[in-house]
Nanobody, 122 residues
Framework: QVQLVESGGGLVQAGASLRLSCAAS????????MGWFRQAPGKEREFVAS????????YYADSVKGRFTISRDNAKNTVYLQMNSLKPEDTAVYYC???????????????WGQGTQVTVSS
């Protein structure tokens, strides 16, 4: 069992940066692939970024490539999402997820956090 708690969301202006954190409980965090997803009002949840257990492989949605960076610190049981050059269309609730397989498919992830709100004003 893995419990995930996101933090770091907030209200920022376009062009600003935010860093989201996701703290995981459990001693097996380092064995899980981790992902970030987001859901904007009235839209389906969508993939943002993922990272494998060793940080060797990372994947990004085209909409955030070059602006967002996913990373993890297995010693701290934490995964991060550094978000730069934020745009109003990045406004959403951001969720972290843990699973045995990395990638953009939600079904790869077994555990989900409660989400943190990111709002980007124009």
């Amino acid at each position: 069992q893995v419990q995930l708690v996101e933090s770091g969301g907030g209200l920022v202006q376009a062009g600003a940066s935010l860093r989201l954190s996701c703290a995981a409980s459990g001693r097996t965090f380092s064995s899980y692939a981790m992902g970030w997803f987001r859901q904007a009002p009235g839209k389906e949840r969508e993939f943002v970024a993922s990272i494998n257990w060793s940080s060797i492989f990372t994947y990004y949605a085209d909409s955030v490539k070059g602006r967002f960076t996913i990373s993890r610190d297995n010693a701290k049981n934490t995964v991060y999402l550094q978000m730069n050059s934020l745009k109003p269309e990045d406004t959403a609730v951001y969720y972290c997820a843990a699973g045995r397989r990395t990638g953009s498919t939600m079904e790869n992830y077994n555990y989900w956090g409660q989400g943190t709100q990111v709002t980007v004003s124009s």
